[in-house]
């Protein structure tokens, strides 16, 4: 199980949001672009919430 406030990093975390219908807090710069949401689909590089594209290089993902 996934705890409140961790980052996601690897895909194990990533695959484990998703399982588990986790939502997903979206910050870039330490400033929350995204207040959260189920993750609706992933892959290498992105990841779905709330219908828009977040590049995983770009943003950071932490648990809500």
């Known amino acids: 199980m996934i705890k409140t406030n961790e980052r996601l990093q690897t895909d194990a975390d990533f695959e484990n949001a998703v399982l588990f219908k986790s939502r997903v807090a979206v910050l870039q710069y330490g400033m929350t672009v ?20 977040y590049q995983k290089a770009s943003y950071e993902f932490r648990v809500r």
């Open 34 to 53: 995204d207040y959260g949401g189920v993750i609706q689909s992933l892959d290498a590089e992105y990841v779905k919430i709330n219908e828009r594209y």
